[in-house]
Every structure is written in C-alpha cells, then in structure tokens.
T-cell receptor, first 110, second 114 residues
Framework: DAKTTQPNSMESNEEEPVHLPCNHS???????IHWYRQLPSQGPEYVIH???SNVNNRMASLAIAEDRKSSTLILHRATLRDAAVYYC???????????FGTGTRLTIIP | ETGVTQSPTHLIKTRGQQVTLRCSSQ?????VSWYQQALGQGPQFIFQ???????GRGNFPPRFSGLQFPNYSSELNVNALELDDSALYLC?????????????FGEGSWLTVV
C-alpha cells in the first residue's frame, strides 16, 4: 500500500491560514491524493482530492508538488470548526480503496 | 450531509453473536466500501462492492462478509463476534464513472461487543 507521512499534530490561530503537509514519496503516476477530516464520533468528511494539478474548492486548496512526492492542504482562514483529525490518503490507481494513516490532529486556538 | 446513511447508529452485542449493519448509499452511487475504525485509530478497509460484486478485500477474516443489492444499498455481516470487533463501522460510497471519484462516508455504526 502506498504510504503517506503527516505530522501527528499541529496548532493554528483562528482566522489565520493553515498549511497541513503530507509526504508521499512512493506515489505512483496513477495514485490520487485525497484529504479527509474527521471530528470525534463522526464519519470522515471529504475535503478535497487531486492527481497532478493544484485544486481549489469551497473548503480548501490542495497544492501538489511538481514531483508529486508531497502535497499541502491549505485552509485559507481557520475557524474553530476546522479543529479535527486530517487524513492525507493515496487512492492507488483511483480504485477507491483508501488506506488511512494516523492523520494530523489540528487544534485551532481562539 | 453526504447522502450516505447507516443503521443502526449504536448497538451492543454479546461475544459469539452475529451482527448485520446496513448502508444506504448516495443516489446514483454504484460502489460501496466498508471500513472498521477502532478507538484512536484511522479507518481500516474491509472490502468493496461494485455493482453487486465484491471488488477487493482488506486484511479481515472470512467471518466479515457483505452484500450489495440491486439498488446499491449494502450490508456488512460479522459472525462469531469477538471483543476486538468493537469499533465504528463506516460505509463509503461513490459513483464509479472512472478514476478519481469523490468518496462520501456515512456517520457510521458503533458496535460494542461485550
């Protein structure tokens, strides 16, 4: 299974941008990069995904390195509701069988 | 709101019993996957169904089985329950129209085995 590496935890101030890093040095050309977040006692919530180009949606932006060995999830203006565990996942060949790691626990400081 | 609904939300079973968990996927979604999430860990892939056929399985024993129906709803069955089966069971669905589809999760079913 393709692996990702994320920091265990991060903190950010409310109303400031947050950059969540993810390393995936063994990524192959057909692996999609997915980001999900999970609040306690809830199912994972889709945030964003991409293959090669940077992606934007209403929740966040995904910046993918040119060599695709790393990516960064960008929350443009953090709110308290963004506090969650964020998972960076490689979807191998786009087959939708996700291998979750331990994720990054994001704390937002008021 | 993801359109993926799971039932029941919580249940308690005794070791050795059998359990059936249900998932109604988002309209138009033909692919359903099931995940197990133990406390404090990330979700682990159990298996996937695509158009009523099993389409891949994770490292789970045969007592974990599933079904997908013509309307693409799905069931997860676990036989001979063990204490370690206590976990949040998550269903995820997608419309498999090629690669790179968006995958949506339900809120899960909390299973406690005593």
């Amino acid at each position: 299974d393709a692996k990702t590496t994320q920091p265990n935890s991060m903190e950010s101030n409310e109303e400031e941008p947050v950059h969540l890093p993810c390393n995936h040095s063994t990524i192959s050309g057909t692996d999609y990069i997915h980001w999900y977040r999970q609040l306690p006692s809830q199912g994972p919530e889709y945030v964003i995904h991409g293959l090669t180009s940077n992606v934007n949606n209403r929740m966040a932006s995904l910046a993918i390195a040119e060599d695709r060995k790393s990516s960064t999830l960008i929350l443009h203006r953090a709110t308290l509701r963004d506090a969650a565990v964020y998972y960076c996942i490689l979807d191998e060949f786009g087959n939708e069988k996700l291998t979750f790691g331990t994720g990054t626990r994001l704390t937002i400081i008021p | 709101e993801t359109g993926v609904t799971q039932s029941p939300t919580h249940l308690i079973k005794t070791r050795g019993q059998q359990v059936t968990l249900r998932c109604s996927s988002q309209s138009g979604h033909n692919t359903v996957s099931w995940y197990q999430q133990a406390l404090g860990q990330g979700p682990q892939f159990i298996f996937q169904y695509y158009r009523e056929e099993e389409n891949g399985r994770g490292n789970f024993p045969p007592r974990f089985s599933g079904l997908q129906f013509p309307n693409y709803s799905s069931e997860l069955n676990v036989n001979a329950l063990e204490l370690d089966d206590s976990a949040l069971y998550l269903c995820a669905s997608s419309a498999r129209t090629g690669a790179g589809n968006t995958i949506y999760f339900g809120e899960g079913s909390w299973l406690t085995v005593v």
